[in-house]
């Protein structure tokens, strides 16, 4: 992440559970978001319960700061997006958590400072409320159940803004194994080919070159690694040792049969 790019504020308007403070801060952390500001807390802050449901996910909840109006949370923003599920009297643009992250990370860029509000987990954010924002953030949900948690919410909208940054799979999981080079995947067709011969596969015979193109064409589209290229030579082996061994078992009870007569 650039070092100069802002994360959006997270504002929870009249959270009520402690809990659900805590997961919120979990999911920040999980997206690269810290700045949780908390405007009238139900149940005043700090609460120890935050901490216990954040998993470890401490600093938003270290440095969270409390305030006594969305106005006062809001003040030092120059971009605020409301997220609700509710339609609204307020004449606001209407967009998705993917939009609104592409919005709100060019914004950033542009070294505006940026926040999501978010309302109360029983009665969501009122008109009035939304009248300090520049646009309202839906989640797309099935419309026979649209209750999500404070904490879904978050997450949803976290994820979107992450995307806009790391847009590709995590280190851990791309892929690092080394392509099979050209001799090697030709070694392992000339091998197969051989066995496949051997063991009588390719009949009728005038059908050999099109079933070899498909066969070759099943592995292409696999774009074997190397590792994944001697594997395969090490099954044909395996095989063709093993058909040697039958073979080799019936021979010799063919030669017991006719030594037994």
């Known amino acids: ?28 952390a999980n997206f690269g978001l810290s700045d949780l500001r908390l405007v009238a807390p ?42 609700t599920a509710r339609p609204r009297e307020a004449r606001l643009p209407i967009i998705t958590p993917r939009e609104a992250a592409a919005e709100l990370h060019a914004a950033a860029a542009g070294e505006l400072a940026t926040g999501l ?6 009665a969501g954010l009122e008109t009035v409320d939304i009248a300090f924002c520049q646009a309202i953030v839906t989640i797309p949900i099935d419309p026979r159940f649209r209750s999500l948690n404070l904490a879904q919410a978050v997450a949803i909208n976290g994820y979107e803004w992450r995307a806009t940054i790391d847009a590709g799979a995590p280190a851990a999981f791309a892929d690092t194994a080394e392509p099979a080079d050209q001799a090697e995947v030709a070694g ?9 011969e051997a063991a009588g596969f390719f009949f009728p015979p005038e059908k ?32 063709t040792k093993g058909r040697g061994r039958v073979l080799a078992r019936l021979a010799r009870e063919r030669a017991a049969k006719q030594a037994a007569k």
């Open 1 to 28: 992440m650039s070092e100069t790019l802002r994360p959006p504020s997270v504002i929870l308007d009249r959270p009520q559970l402690a809990e659900n403070i805590g997961a919120v801060a979990r999911v920040m």
């Open 42 to 83: 139900r149940d005043g802050w700090p609460q120890k319960r935050a901490w216990a449901s954040a998993s470890g996910a401490d600093w938003p909840l270290d440095n969270a700061r409390v305030f006594a109006t969305i106005a006062e949370a809001t003040a030092d923003l120059q971009r605020v997006y409301a997220t």
């Open 117 to 122: 509000l978010f309302g109360a987990e029983r």
């Open 188 to 196: 392992f067709y000339a091998h197969l080919e051989t066995e496949l």
């Open 208 to 239: 050999t070159p099109s079933m070899v193109r498909n066969l070759r064409s099943i592995f292409s589209r696999a774009r074997l690694s190397t590792q994944e290229a001697r594997t395969l030579r090490g099954v044909v082996t395996a095989l």
